[in-house]
């Protein structure tokens, strides 16, 4: 909302600067977004009058000027085009030697092609005025003033134009639509500055204009109470439509409203004044001169002001004639009933709509007001005849026309007055002060919240007054929110700690520091292409979760998956020739795999560790150790890993479950080379999802300590031949299980595949650690064991022993 | 005898004093000492001597080998020291080549500020909850005191999956699940990702991250608000940092406040960060609304509390001096190593 510092001062003295005044009204909750000060920047700027034009002895273009400015004749030099060879009388701006114009631009004495030139004539630009003001003026070249000036000569041109204009533009809550008003804004204003509230339209609540059924053949019926709480209509005959005066429209100007004529500005005008939007239409376009205000039937269409045609349904509330709609209630008028230049009847319609319904209505024709923006967040009923009545003045103050007498006043729901318990103990202990019940009562009554009985009564335009609370703000912000004390909360002591699932993620991000890898952030969006591209499993890819109202197909979906983020983000990385990439990703993936989402639940929601790299010296065993690293870090020391050949995102011969019982915990492995095509990456990427919800169900601390063994062990080596496809882990299963509980560490030290082996053949040597904690082992024992062990492996594996 | 014993000891002593390697001395120690060695002959031959010189002999014989053990002994010594010092000299490296250790990874930049707010209020006895993104409409809005008509809810542009389920659109959806859990007293803080249809821009992105505060207890005051939040501000941000509060207006809270910290980077005098302003918009705040109270089971008649809101970007982005938010989620690893 912006107001000048002009139209404010109509409601309070002001006696600090502009700038002043933004700090103080911020600090006391209506936020200041800017502040332009036009004009301000002018300096020793005259009226000055042209006396002679002359030819410039070595420039086609130039001429030479005599310009009278008051004490002395001043020798310009100009190229403006408006400018002509024997000129004379003509008013202008002058800016004079060591003169500022806007933007910091300081004129000083020059020379032109060798001619001197004492200042420089001003176009309107170039003094910062908008050409609007001044219609009927040259834009192009020197802004030549009218004759009545000449009386001015050598004045400062900012005083005699009135070039000076402080506008401030306010940040207001939706919780004050009674600040989208300059009597809302003049009322905080004064509050603020500690100044009387001059209430200039005090008048407008004392009238008292009679009731009618009917005027000039017109009637008004509301058919949707709970709609349209009030409407007014006041009217005015023998209208002459023509030009707003100019300090109308230098107000609205400053409000940043066109002006258009002068009951269409009337409208604007008191809608920035009051806070209450009117409407004018012409009586004659009302057909059966009988206004309903109705909900719109289905399918109904109106052609609205912006010459736009509307399809309308129920949910819309319209102001129709006994045949059509002339006007959308709230938000736009109808072209149909529209003011034309020949109207000499206007009806002015103040009304009062429900907030929720203006919003939907504006939000389902993408058709965003100044009305309905004030509407939808619930006005005050009481305000819509100070408005009607306001407006019927203003027309008669600017000859605009003629008031008819009464007004018609449909009021159905009277405005309910909110009353709070002004609870001084309990408004002190929410702010955590100790102000007394008088100073309470003073600052509420500036606000014209009177206080009778301990009783705060709320006035007509406060209707977000409703809570003890509520009163506590008002008097905190005027109290002084910097003049509370900083205090620390004192109650019972609360222990600060960080769950399970949080410490999990915390040891995670730091092994994955100390391994090298950097943590990304990524979108949790993706789209059906991505997750096409990174073959993600069709049952998976099905319980993705659409947006209704995206961004773009890009960020269409909520992830089932982190892979695709992951892989884009290698792929931005290597498509920047960055040569390594080591990343993880702690974020979630989002499934609708159990129908909660039709079911108004919310869907599964797991966080994820997701590992990406290409680089120097990663391999599937280098991630592996990572994995197993995190997984120990955590004490989770039992778990199998198997081969997965069936996910589609992973190199078929390269990637593994890990699992606890039935669980998959986390898949690792290489990236799919047909994958890696899609994301044009040309190096292997190896990739690693770790199921953090669940790892936090398996991590156990429990640590207990065991002797340290006093018994030596025995060590063994053993070196088997087998086929080229059998897994070491079944090895290393026949081997623990056959060793009693004596085997206590397992070791593999060589892999070795030779022609002489036999075809698809390697020979496989562990390194054994066998010990009792009771008693030393006997070789004997030993040899029965590694006997065991020897057989199983041939009969399971058909394994032999290399010798 | 004797005068054998003589010779052997000025000949063994100036050959061991002379001798130049180990080897060498070895092979000394074995002629003169060695089993069959000169003075060990001669000791043999002590059984032809009369018993009167034998005690004189023997003593002399005694004397001689100490002497040569001696310095046999510290021959062996200067030898061992002598290869130690070759050994060292040829073990000599230069320092200043490059290292072979392995590169350390990074926290990005939004965790690393997650985590600096975490551990402040950790110490101040808060615990860290958590809570869905894709979130009931009614955790994100009604309970917060935004039905479904309320002018609020145009602040925000919500992604919609379905009328009841949205991207939360800000981490309070959390607050009101841990209120319906908890009984007071409830000290949490809630980092978390929000969602808001804003396009991508250098200041604008769809998703970004929010801290959210809550304390709910018997009598706790707007001051407390403005204690916690000015000892957060200086913790986080310098300890000459001041906090300013602005009233204003969210649904939930009531009195509600916008505070404002004193320029980190210029320390308020006005720099380009600051917009010249000297004060740096942080956060959101306020009382917690008697109506959310409510609506989450606690008694507004009894319990009172504060909530705040900041986002984790902005403070990121004036920290390090990042210009530009798209680099955040564009995780090129030149731009996540510098962190």
């Known amino acids: 909302m912006k107001a000048s510092v002009e139209w ?17 009204l911020t600090m006391t909750g209506s936020k200041v977004e800017t502040i332009e000060q036009r004009g301000k920047d002018i300096k020793n700027v005259v009226v000055g009058k042209i006396v002679e034009v002359t030819k410039h002895p070595d420039a086609e273009k130039l001429v030479i000027t005599k310009v009278d400015v008051g004490n002395k ?8 085009p408006n400018i002509k060879i024997g000129m004379k009388d003509i008013i202008v701006p002058v800016a004079l030697d060591g003169s500022e114009l806007p933007g910091g631009k300081k004129i000083n004495t020059s020379k032109l092609r060798g001619v001197e030139s004492q200042g420089m004539m001003c176009g309107m630009e170039e003094l910062d005025i908008d050409p609007a003001e001044y219609p009927d003026k040259e834009v192009n ?9 000449a009386k001015n000569i050598g004045e400062n041109i900012v005083d005699v134009l009135n070039l000076r204009e402080d506008i401030i533009d306010f940040e207001i809550t939706p919780n004050r639509p009674d600040c989208l008003s300059i009597e809302g804004l003049g009322r905080e204003t004064a509050v603020s500055l500690n100044k009387p509230f001059k209430n200039p339209r005090g008048n407008l609540d004392k009238l008292n204009v009679p009731d009618k059924s009917e005027i000039e053949g017109l009637k008004v019926d509301i058919e949707a109470p709970d709609l349209c709480h009030r409407y007014v209509a006041r009217v005015l005959k023998d209208v002459k439509i023509g030009p707003s005066p100019e300090w109308m429209v230098r107000r609205l100007k400053a409000c940043g409203v066109r002006s258009i004529n002068n009951i269409v500005d009337i409208t604007n005008y008191v809608m920035l004044e009051l806070g209450e939007p009117l409407h004018a239409f012409d009586i004659n376009s009302i057909e059966g001169k009988h206004i309903t205000v109705r909900r719109a039937k289905n399918g109904e269409e109106i052609t609205t002001l912006d010459e736009q045609k509307r399809v309308l349904n129920e949910n ?28 000499k009847t206007v009806v002015f319609e103040a009304a009062n709509f429900y907030g929720g319904s203006i919003r939907k209505t504006s939000k389902q024709l993408g058709l965003r007001t100044e009305s309905s923006a004030r509407f939808e967040k619930g006005l005050s009923p009481e305000n819509a005849l100070r408005a009607a009545n306001r407006a019927v003045e203003l027309a008669e103050q600017i000859g605009a026309g003629k008031a008819v007498e009464g007004k018609i006043d449909v009021y159905p729901t009277k405005q309910k007055i909110n009353k709070i318990k002004l609870d001084v103990d309990r408004i002190n202990r929410l702010l955590g002060t100790n102000i007394s019940k008088q100073e309470m009562i003073d600052i509420l009554e500036k606000l014209e919240i009177k206080v009778e009985n301990d009783v705060a009564i709320a006035p007509y335009f406060r209707m977000d007054l409703e809570f003890v609370a509520d009163l506590a703000e008002e008097v905190g912000r005027f109290y002084g929110y910097d003049k509370l004390a900083t205090t620390l909360v004192n109650a019972e002591t609360t222990i600060g700690l960080r769950n399970k699932e949080q410490n999990i993620q915390k040891r995670m991000q730091e092994i994955l520091v100390d391994s090298g890898f950097s943590e990304i952030y990524t979108y949790g969006f993706v789209s059906e292409k991505d997750l096409e591209k ?9 319980t993705a979760i659409e947006i209704k109202n995206p961004l773009s197909d890009e960020y269409k979906l909520m992830r089932p998956s982190t892979i695709p983020s992951m892989l884009q983000t290698l792929a931005l990385n290597n ?15 989002y499934q609708n795999n159990n129908g909660q989402i039709e079911q108004g639940e919310v869907p599964l929601q797991e966080e994820i560790l997701t590992l990406g790299a290409y680089c120097e010296g990663m391999d599937f065993y280098v991630l592996k150790g990572i994995i197993e690293n995190i997984l120990e870090a955590i004490h989770i020391n039992h778990y199998d890993i198997e081969k997965e050949e069936e996910n589609g995102s992973y190199h078929p011969g390269r990637c593994a479950n890990l699992k606890i019982g039935k669980d998959i915990i986390t898949t690792f492995g290489e990236v799919h080379p047909e994958v890696l095509l899609n994301y044009d990456i040309n190096k292997r990427v190896y990739l690693a999802e770790l199921n953090i919800t669940k790892l936090a169900k398996y991590s156990r601390v429990s640590k207990k300590y065991v002797e340290v063994p006093k018994f030596p062990a025995v060590e063994r080596d053993i070196a088997i031949i087998v086929d080229e496809s059998t897994e070491v882990g079944k090895i290393e299963k026949i081997i623990t299980k056959n060793s009693k509980k004596w085997l206590e560490k397992l070791t593999l030290f060589d892999i070795y595949r030779n022609e002489k082996l036999g075809e698809n053949k390697k020979s496989v040597a562990y390194s054994m650690v066998f010990r009792d904690k009771n008693k030393t082992l006997s070789d004997e024992e030993i040899n029965a064991i590694m006997e065991k062990i020897i057989t199983n492996l041939q009969k399971e594996l058909g394994a032999e022993l290399r010798k | 005898m004797e005068e054998q014993i003589k010779n052997i000891q000025t000949e063994s002593i100036s050959k061991i004093s002379q001798c130049k390697d180990e080897k060498e001395l070895n092979d000394l120690k074995v002629k003169y000492l060695g089993k069959k060695g000169e003075l060990t002959s001669v000791l043999r031959g002590m059984g032809k001597l009369s018993p009167e010189e034998r005690p004189h002999i023997g003593s002399l014989v005694n004397q001689v080998r100490d002497e040569l053990e001696n310095l046999i002994s510290e021959k062996e010594k200067e030898f061992t020291r002598k290869e130690l010092e070759e050994k060292l000299k040829k073990e000599n490296i230069d320092v200043t080549e490059p290292s072979k250790k392995t590169s350390l990874g990074s926290l990005h930049p939004i965790t690393q500020i997650i985590n600096e707010v975490e551990d402040i209020f950790l110490g101040m006895g808060y615990k860290i909850a958590d809570g869905p993104e894709v979130e009931k409409a009614i955790y994100n809005f009604d309970k917060l005191n935004t039905p479904p008509d309320h002018p609020a809810r145009d602040l925000q542009d919500t992604f919609y999956v379905t009328d009841d389920i949205v991207l939360r659109s800000q981490t309070s959806p959390v607050q009101a699940r841990v209120m319906e859990e908890q009984k007071p007293p409830i000290k949490i803080i809630c980092p978390g990702a929000v969602y808001r249809s804003d396009s991508i821009d250098a200041t604008h992105s769809p998703v970004f991250h929010q801290v959210e505060g809550l304390v709910v207890d018997k009598n706790i005051a707007m001051s407390d608000l403005k204690g916690t939040l000015e000892m957060f501000a200086k913790k986080c941000l310098g300890e000459n940092t001041k906090i300013r509060f602005r009233p204003h207006h969210f649904p939930f809270t009531e009195p509600s406040a916008e505070a404002d910290v004193s320029c980190f980077v210029c320390g308020g005098k006005g720099c380009k960060v600051c917009k010249g302003e000297g004060w740096i918009e942080l956060l959101g705040c306020g009382m917690v609304h008697p109506k959310v109270l409510q609506n989450c089971g606690i008694d507004p008649e009894i319990y009172s509390g504060f909530a705040f809101g900041f986002g984790v970007e902005r403070i990121a982005m004036a920290k390090f001096g990042i210009d530009d938010m798209r680099l955040l989620f564009e995780n090129d690893v030149r731009f996540l190593k510098q962190f």
Request: no cysteine; charged share 30%.
């Open chain 1, 8 to 24: 404010l001062s109509e409601y309070s003295d002001i006696n600090v600067d502009t700038q002043e005044l933004g700090d103080i």
């Open chain 1, 73 to 80: 004749i001043l020798q310009i030099v100009t190229a403006a």
């Open chain 1, 316 to 343: 819309n509330l319209v102001i129709a004639d006994s045949k059509k709609p002339v006007a959308i209630a709230g938000v736009m008028g109808g072209l149909n009933s529209e003011i034309e230049d020949n109207t």
């Open chain 1, 534 to 542: 990174s073959k993600i499993d069709k049952k998976i890819v099905d």
């Open chain 1, 141 to 149: 070249g020197i802004f030549i003033l009218d004759d009545k000036y």
């Open chain 1, 575 to 589: 498509n920047r020739k960055n040569d390594s990439a080591k990343l993880f990703d702690l974020s979630k993936n």
